[in-house]
């Protein structure tokens, strides 16, 4: 088979279609988001017919992968990890009714948080679901995974968590690929019950997957992502999981680490390598990415027995990715250093494009504003959260994704009003739809503004799921159409834009104002290949 | 052999492309690659930068370690100081000299280039003009590239054969003009190294 040139994103999606994916579902988030874009775009998928579209939000996207594999096929669903919590009711469960076609749950860790929130670490959800975990540390093993996670996934009967972090996602290396792989036919679970979590049968499932769970540890200790290496030097022994173990071994250019290590690329933890590292050595380091899960679990409560190194007790530091520097120091060994940045280079932080219909939303709202004063904009994710930085200063919230409408709503209750919300499009329909519903329950005294670019822009420009239909949805919920304004935010309209949000402001009731004017990066990609198009 | 090699700018500027050139040159020679890239967030006007390593070996971190980069290819000035921290003692840097301004901060651009002049090994290059003489400055990219070439262990003529990869669907016309922009920054390394 050829070798080609993959990011570790794009690994996992061949992985999965040479292994005989039938669906794949997603949200997007970075670091994830290539893994569907690699499958939209490939001929192969294509050809073998295999279901690519973006979902409305993670929960959807989960539960579409759960019915896909009640049908017997292979599904995959991806997300990054704080989309995880958004789907963390039915991947929850999914271990509970566990799996019959091949599930796959790819979460993409961001360390750093190079573009997200927080740095919560997906192998605690998965830990606390009770389902494997596999974790490549380079883009081969990504491939290797996803090609063997369904088969790993069907024989266990649970989903199969597959977790990587920033780095891999967005890093390229070559992969060779394995033969390719039939879908499964369509098969009804054999037991009919199998997927109804009525208590009575919840409590089975539950008792089944606390059986199961030897089973995971067994396939964990003979599994072959996992190794133990020995080493001459016993004073210390190493855990490295994921891709902690490149940043160890970039230490060592003849690649001869001293010390034992055991490699840790699947869980539950190999109890029978932790174990004989343990007995062997008089002191334990973990290398791990995210949170000291692995570091906690060997420590314990009381922390009797040898010294465990890491994140908890400061060897590494406890929060950021890892990279071959911080483990160097950690192992104490003195490590290189380059020159200082002379002290004129300034910071560069991220803004809106020029020419953005999001900038002139925010002119519009902060003269619109100006007689209520400062501090009751609330605004969610996307590329709009960049109204916080200068020279809007336009916004005082950003929490998670539909936080802006229920915030806005929160506040307004406590008497702030006017309260204003502004979410994107694709936001408003991954989680805001049901804070407008809760608000317009209530009548609450708050300006919604949606504003539509007609895609997803930060993650680079994906389909929107209510494309075209906002204005229907808002009505559909209950807002009067009295006080659905759409406008077009442009420089010519600034004063007619200011005055008809200064109008609503001023209303008692819920208003959604819609400024629509297309993202200026798909604008200019659809014109290009209009171009192409009919030039061809 | 190894390079490890630091691509810097701006996000929109064209790294990648030069990241991507490289890779097919370093496949097509048979060596091991790794790539790390900046995606997301970070590209809305922000810096950005790419890890890019190739050796004749595998290769353990897709990072590079700090104080170990050979090379620095920045596309803007600014940036090339921004990861001085990662260049070797005896790194080149080899940096376009136009500064791409978007903050309402950024230094006197003489005392950027001072800058750059004060690290021991450098080449400071106009790309944009280098590129407009050669026929487009979208190709500034590829001037870099070009110039870039010089300190990278792989035959010029592999690199010539990757550039043929990237540009061969977008036809002969702008195969050749990307060829004139690498053949143009090479001979500026040349002549200044």
Known sequence: ?536 | MKNDIILAGVGGQGILSIAAAIGLAAVNNNLYIKQAEVHGMSQRGGDVQSHLRISDAPIASDLIPAGKADLIISVEPMEALRYLPMLSKDGWIVTNTVPFINITDYPQPEEVLAQVNAVKNHIAIDAEAIAKEAGSARAMNIVMLGAASLFLDIPFGKIEEGIRQLFGKKGNDVVELNLKALRAGREFSEKNR
């Not at chain 1, 997200?116 to 995974?145: C, G, V």
Request: charged share 20%; aromatic share 6%; proline share 5%.
């Open chain 1, 1 to 536: 088979m050829s070798k080609l040139l993959m990011l570790g994103d794009e690994a996992i999606a061949q992985g999965a279609i040479d292994a005989g994916l039938s669906g794949v579902y997603a949200y997007p988030g970075t670091p994830s988001t290539e893994i569907m874009e690699f499958i939209q775009g490939s001929k192969q998928a294509a050809e073998l017919n295999i279901h690519r579209q973006w979902s409305a939000n993670e929960k959807t996207a989960m539960e579409s992968a759960i019915g896909m594999s009640y049908a017997g096929k292979r599904a995959m669903v991806c997300f990054k990890h704080v989309g995880l919590n958004v789907a963390a009711d039915a991947f929850m469960n999914a271990a509970v009714t566990g799996v019959n076609g091949g599930l796959i749950v790819v979460s993409a860790d961001d360390p750093s948080m190079h573009s997200s929130q927080n740095e919560q670490d997906s192998r605690f959800y998965a830990k606390f679901a009770m389902i494997p975990i596999l974790e490549p540390a380079n883009q081969q093993e990504a491939y290797d995974m996803a090609y063997s996670g369904f088969e790993l996934s069907e024989k266990l009967n649970v989903p199969v968590m597959l977790r990587i972090t920033t780095r891999l996602a967005h890093s390229r290396a070559d992969v060779l690929r394995k033969e390719i792989k039939k879908q499964n036919d369509i098969k009804l679970p054999s037991d009919p019950r199998q997927f109804v979590l009525l208590p009575a049968i919840a409590r089975k499932n539950y008792k089944n997957l606390l059986l199961n769970q030897p089973a995971m540890e067994m396939e964990s200790e003979k599994s072959a992502f996992n190794s133990y290496i020995q080493g001459t030097n016993t004073d210390m022994g190493i855990i490295a999981t994921g891709i902690a173990y490149n940043y160890l071994m970039e230490n060592y250019p003849d690649r001869n680490c001293p010390y034992p290590i055991v490699k840790v690329n699947q869980y539950p933890l190999p109890k029978k390598q932790i174990a004989e590292l343990y007995n062997t050595c008089k002191s334990i380091m973990v290398l791990e990415e995210g949170y000291p899960i692995v570091e906690e679990m060997i420590k314990g409560f009381l922390n009797v027995g040898k010294p465990i190194h890491g994140r908890l007790d400061g060897t590494l530091p406890r929060d950021g990715e890892l990279n071959p520097n911080i483990v160097a120091k950690g192992l104490g060994m003195t490590v290189t250093e380059g020159q200082a940045v002379p002290s004129i280079v300034k910071q560069r932080p991220p803004s809106l494009c020029q020419g953005c219909g999001h900038r002139d939303v925010y002119e519009d709202l902060n003269e619109a504003l100006k007689e209520y004063g400062t501090g009751r904009v609330f605004a969610d994710i996307g590329c709009y959260t960049l109204g916080a930085l200068p020279p809007f200063n336009a916004i005082n919230s950003c929490v998670d994704m539909g936080a802006s409408i229920t915030m806005a709503k929160g506040a307004a209750d406590a008497g702030l009003v006017p309260a204003v919300a502004v979410i994107g499009d694709s936001t408003f329909t991954h989680s805001g739809m049901t804070g407008l519903l809760d608000a317009v329950n209530e009548n609450a005294p708050i300006t919604v503004i949606i504003s539509d670019n007609s895609t997803t822009g930060m993650t680079g420009g994906q389909d929107s799921s209510a494309h075209g239909r906002i204005v229907e949805i808002c009505k559909g919920l209950g807002v009067h159409p009295d006080h659905i304004r759409v406008m077009t935010p442009l420089k010519k309209n600034h004063e007619e834009n200011v005055r008809i949000m200064k109008e609503e402001l001023a209303y008692q009731g819920v208003s959604v104002l819609i400024p629509q004017r297309e993202c200026i990066q798909t604008f200019a990609r659809r014109k290009k290949s209009e171009k192409k198009e009919s030039n061809d």
